[in-house]
């Protein structure tokens, strides 16, 4: 099994991270990805060059800013995904840690390369929230 972390100090508070990664039904930030539906804890979407996703939330923590996800139905032959998402506070900056197993390995380049993209959305998305809320 692959462990792959990526861990990036982020120049926004951990509050206004958590309203983009926390809202699991939330896609602006995730690229490739249009629209994501949630019934029960079972959130689907359809992925660009992959296909029909459905991630199992296993764990969405508002007040310790936690979110922790396994992909349960995949088009790949994927046999175990296990990914967690954590915010730590840094007054007003935040450390944002991701973290995922996969298995087999051969996943692994795929999955950290989407990790690495998605990390990039996030920022976008809060840069454009921050020039948003600034104009108001």
């Known amino acids: 099994m692959k462990r792959i972390k990526l861990e990036e100090e982020l120049p926004f508070n951990s509050s206004d991270i958590w309203k983009v990664v926390g809202n699991v039904t939330r896609a602006d930030w995730l690229p490739s990805v249009d629209k994501i539906t949630l019934q029960d804890d079972i959130r689907s979407f359809a992925m660009e060059g992959v296909g029909d996703v459905q991630e199992k939330i296993l764990l969405c923590d508002d007040q310790n800013h936690r979110l922790q996800y396994s992909a349960i139905k995949t088009p790949s032959g994927i046999e175990h995904h296990l990914s967690t998402i954590q915010l730590t506070a840094l007054g007003e900056h935040c450390l944002f840690s991701w973290s995922t197993e996969i ?23 809060l840069a454009l929230a921050a020039t948003q809320d600034a104009g108001s």
């Open 103 to 125: 298995q087999p390995d051969e996943y692994a380049p795929i999955v950290e390369h989407g990790m690495k993209i998605s990390i990039a959305g996030l920022k976008a998305a």
